[in-house]
């Protein structure tokens, strides 16, 4: 029984946001638009003062792609998920992108592979089986560079993979879906490679060490929902990718490496854009098809048995548009409780006996509609209450 239905004498009938949260709308970024309009990135490589343009030696490298064939953007994402080299994974995304902002490519149609291609190492384990710093000959700057390159490796091709296998619905996805998702495998290839450069940098190369195969795993579980794919890829995965990001930054300070330290900060600043797409499109696509984005949003976590655990980077999220209370179940029940005690107290006051002897109840009820039961006071007071369990927690 929700707290206060008790003391109403009438049941939860006073207010049903008690028992069921009134969830938020979430917002699109702002900056969203600059970054589908900005110019095309061409800072690949990092040098003494930060990102910088690619090197003679390598812009010839990549003057000799092979596009063998490919002749519109879901083919060229295809060619990319195909391409075991993590390097040429990287150039042949960049170029592709390049081709498709330039005008030169149509959208086309693909099929995309069940996984995508992988070079022999790293061997791929379970996340738990992944070896701590101390369990290899890496430095501990190096073993979380080889981390983060594998996560950008991945996401290049989990970003490719929704440009390929949505290519097939394209009459009911506007272009700009297509467009976006290439942007963000363009992004992602440019910070796989920063990764990889420092990785080199240190004396180490991505294999070194065993990686795990859970980002895949959440692809391939989302091939047959465009929902679902946003609400697991870019607003759950990425998202996580913002909580780590600032601890991560910190680590390698810690370490001493001021260098490996900017190549992950500046990685995760740019990382909301992705997270940002994926709500922005998860926004449209629930519209097109009548329904709720929060409820679906929650739904979907609950087919995919997802328990979001933080800590979480709340400003970042916000930024990105995904509200709190659609991720942090700790903030959503501390919301419902403090709304439930607020209006506990109203009905309690609202009980005493007018003059004529009447009671106030049924005129309160009619007064308050369910969205007016969660002012934003009441959601202040869950903020306090939700920093407090944490602080409690810590």
């Not at 007016?372 to 939700?386: D, G, I, N, T």
Request: glycine share 6%; charged share 20%.
């Amino acid at each position: 029984m929700p707290a206060g239905a008790a003391a109403s004498g009438g049941g939860n009938r006073f207010c049903s946001s008690v028992a069921v949260h009134a969830f938020s709308d979430a917002q699109e970024w702002t900056g969203l638009q600059a970054w589908r309009t900005g110019s095309l990135n061409e800072f690949r490589s990092w040098g003494p003062e930060g990102p910088m343009k690619l090197s003679s030696l390598e812009m010839v490298r990549e003057r000799n792609l092979d596009g063998k064939g490919a002749s519109s953007l879901a083919e060229w994402g295809a060619l990319v998920l195909g391409t075991p080299n993590p390097v040429d994974k990287a150039f042949l995304t960049h170029h592709a992108f390049r081709l498709w902002v330039d005008g030169s490519l149509p959208l086309g149609v693909s099929q995309a592979p069940d996984s995508p291609a992988r070079p022999a190492k790293p061997e791929l384990v379970h996340p738990r089986k992944v070896p701590q710093p101390k369990g290899t000959s890496l430095s501990p700057s190096a073993h979380a560079l080889h981390n983060l390159a594998h996560i950008e490796l991945n996401a290049i091709d989990l970003a490719w993979d929704t440009v390929v296998r949505f290519s097939t619905a394209s009459r009911d996805l506007d272009d700009q879906f297509f467009a976006d998702f290439a942007h963000v495998a363009d992004d992602e290839s440019r910070h796989c490679l920063w990764c990889l450069q420092r990785l080199s940098e240190l004396g180490f190369s991505y294999g070194s060490m065993p990686a795990h195969n859970l980002l895949l795993r959440d692809c391939q579980k989302t091939t047959g929902s465009v929902t679902a794919r946003l609400a697991v890829i870019p607003m759950m995965q990425e998202a996580r990718g913002l909580d780590a990001g600032p601890r991560l930054v910190e680590r390698l300070m810690g370490f001493g490496d001021a260098r490996s330290a900017s190549i992950a900060k500046h990685i995760a600043e740019e990382e909301v854009a992705h997270v940002a797409v994926g709500v922005s499109w998860f926004l449209s696509v629930c519209k097109q098809l009548g329904m709720n984005p929060a409820s679906r949003f929650q739904d979907l976590m609950l087919e995919s048995e997802v328990q979001l655990k933080g800590p979480f980077n709340y400003l970042a999220r916000s930024t990105a548009g995904l509200p709190r209370d659609w991720y942090d179940s700790a903030y959503r029940k501390a919301t419902v409780e403090a709304a439930a005690a607020v209006t506990t107290n109203k009905v309690a006051e609202s009980t005493h006996n007018t003059e004529d002897g009447t009671s106030n109840v049924d005129a309160s009820i009619s007064n308050n509609s369910t969205t007016s039961c969660l002012p934003e006071v009441y959601k202040r007071l869950a903020l306090v209450v939700a920093m407090e369990n944490e602080n409690a927690e810590s």
